[in-house]
T-cell receptor, first 113, second 111 residues
C-alpha cells in the first residue's frame, strides 16, 4: 500500500467551476503537507503548504487538512484552462525526516473551456 | 542563483555506461534532495543532504547509485553501469525550511 494515495484522474472540470482533489496518507506522524502542480514535461511547482488542521486559502487555491482522518485536499476555484496539469500531494514525515517528501502519484486535472 | 539548476537537461546513455548528473541549489539553501520520477508517477525520494552531510540515502535503489555534495552547495548524482530501468527523470530540490523547490530535472534515457 502506497503511503500517499491520490485518485489518478483525469478529473475533468468545466472552466469556472471548482476542482476538488483529495489525498490520504498513512503515516500519522506526518507534520507538513504540500500540493505541487506539474505541467507535462516540467518540474513540480509548489503551490500550497499546510501544517495544521483546518483550511488555508491562497488566491483561488484552498488547502484543507484533517490529521485525525489523515486527509488533505485542494480546491481550485474558478478553474482556468491554465490550471490543466497534474497535481501532486506530498507529505513530510517530521523533524527527524525533515527533508524527505513522500509523493502521491498525482491527479491529472483537465479544465475544459 | 534564482532557482535550482540541473544539468544536463537530457542524457542518453548506453547500457553499462556511467553518468553524472549535476544540481546547483538555490543559494543559501542548506538542504538538498534527489528524487527519481518515472513516467506517470510521483517523484520517489533517493537521498538527502544537509550541507555536505548525507543524512539519508535510504531511497537509492542500488549500490550503483552514489551522490555527493562535497562543499555543501553543488551536488552530483552518479549512476554506474546504467541499466534500462534507470531511465527516468532525476529531480533535484533544495530548501531552507520545510518547503522544497525543484529544478527542471534531468531526463535520463538508457538505450
Amino acid at each position: 500500500q502506497k503511503e500517499v494515495e491520490q485518485n489518478s484522474g483525469p478529473l475533468s472540470v468545466p472552466e469556472g467551476a471548482i476542482a476538488s482533489l483529495n489525498c490520504t496518507y498513512s503515516d500519522r506522524g506526518s507534520q507538513s503537507f504540500f500540493w505541487y502542480r506539474q505541467y507535462s514535461g516540467k518540474s513540480p511547482e509548489l503551490i500550497m503548504s499546510i501544517y495544521s488542521n483546518g483550511d488555508k486559502e491562497d488566491g483561488r487555491f484552498t488547502a484543507q487538512l484533517n490529521k485525525a482522518s489523515q486527509y488533505v485536499s485542494l480546491l481550485i476555484r474558478d478553474s482556468q484552462p491554465s490550471d490543466s496539469a497534474t497535481y501532486l500531494c506530498a507529505v513530510n514525515g517530521g523533524t527527524d525526516s525533515w527533508g524527505k517528501l513522500q509523493f502521491g502519484a498525482g491527479t491529472q486535472v483537465v479544465v475544459t473551456p | 542563483g534564482a532557482g535550482v539548476s540541473q544539468s544536463p537537461r537530457y542524457k542518453v546513455a548506453k547500457r553499462g555506461q556511467d553518468v553524472a548528473l549535476r544540481c546547483d541549489p538555490i543559494s543559501g539553501h542548506v538542504s538538498l534532495f534527489w528524487y527519481q520520477q518515472a513516467l506517470g508517477q510521483g517523484p520517489e525520494f533517493l537521498t538527502y543532504f544537509q550541507n555536505e552531510a548525507q543524512l539519508d540515502k535510504s531511497g537509492l535503489p542500488s549500490d550503483r547509485f552514489f551522490a555527493e555534495r562535497p562543499e555543501g552547495s553543488v551536488s552530483t548524482l552518479k549512476i554506474q553501469r546504467t541499466q534500462q530501468e534507470d531511465s527516468a527523470v532525476y529531480l533535484c530540490a533544495s530548501s531552507s525550511g520545510p518547503k522544497a523547490f525543484f529544478g527542471q530535472g534531468t531526463r535520463l534515457t538508457v538505450v
